[in-house]
């Protein structure tokens, strides 16, 4: 048998898994340089040659300022907003005179009051008995003989009520000056009551001065002779009713000048 002959050997080739003392240093640089190259950013600046080191980031902007427009607008807003927390003045300086006479409707109101409650009550309770010789003859004087002074009680009675009501209406002329329509209201209320307590005031008067007086022509004796508490309490009531048209008269007159004034 020939005997083939031995094939040389190659030499062994390292596996690239294998590791050695060069390859793992030259691992490990890599290694080192990959992780520094991560941990360091160097920033790049296209800055042309010869213009010196480029200059740092921009730093934030800073804000702007706010145009004159937008500034000359925030006063007038906030004048706006102060302005709004009182949207309506119930006083005003130019109604001051106004409201004066105003206040001095309501004043007279008040004290045409008295006058005509007392005239009603005075009227009312005039009834006056009068004894002769006997009991069983006897002279009354009563108030709703008169159709005069019934009128006169019943008018004054009216008149009292009607201030008592207009009383809250003159009270919002007083707040409210510049309201007309409650004025031309009154006005002409006033002048009703105005007219109706001059008429019973002078029928009340007719027969009051008669009763003091008499009529010699048609043979009328004067009653007060013999019954004073009648003719004194229907004579006071006559002069507390023309108190109170006087009253009513200033009342006219103060309502009408401010309708004008307005």
Not at 52 to 64: D, E, H, L, Q
Not at 67 to 78: S, W
Not at 128 to 157: C, G, I, K, N, W
Not at 219 to 237: D, E, L, Y
Request: positive net charge.
């Amino acid at each position: 048998m020939l005997n083939k002959p031995a094939s040389p050997k190659r030499p062994r080739q390292p596996s690239p898994l294998s590791t050695s003392p060069s390859t793992d240093l030259h691992i490990s640089t890599k290694s080192n340089m990959s992780s520094s190259e991560a941990a360091t950013v160097i920033p790049i600046y296209d800055v042309a040659p010869g213009q010196g080191a480029p200059s740092k980031a921009p730093a934030a902007a800073a804000p702007s300022a706010p145009p004159a427009d937008a500034a000359a607008a925030a006063p007038a807003t906030a004048t706006k907003t102060t302005a709004r927390k009182f949207p309506m003045r119930l006083f005003h300086r130019s109604d001051r005179g106004s409201r004066c006479m105003a206040f001095l409707d309501f004043l007279l109101r008040i004290a045409a009051f008295g006058p005509l409650l007392a005239a009603a009550i005075a009227t009312g309770t005039s009834d006056e008995t009068l004894s002769v010789f006997t009991e069983f003859y006897q002279f009354r004087a009563r108030f709703d003989d008169f159709p005069a002074f019934l009128f006169l009680m019943v008018a004054s009675a009216v008149a009292a009520g009607y201030l008592v009501l207009s009383l809250p209406f003159s009270a919002v002329i007083v707040l409210r000056p510049q309201t007309t329509i409650l004025r031309f209201l009154l006005l002409v209320s006033d002048t009703i009551v105005l007219a109706l307590l001059t008429a019973a005031a002078s029928a009340a008067t007719a027969i009051v001065a008669l009763a003091h007086n008499g009529n010699e022509r048609a043979n009328w004796v004067p009653i007060c002779m013999q019954f004073h508490g009648f003719c004194k309490r229907t004579s006071g009531a006559v002069v507390a009713s023309f108190l109170s048209v006087i009253i009513f008269l200033l009342l006219v007159v103060l309502a009408a000048f401010s309708i004008r004034k307005r």
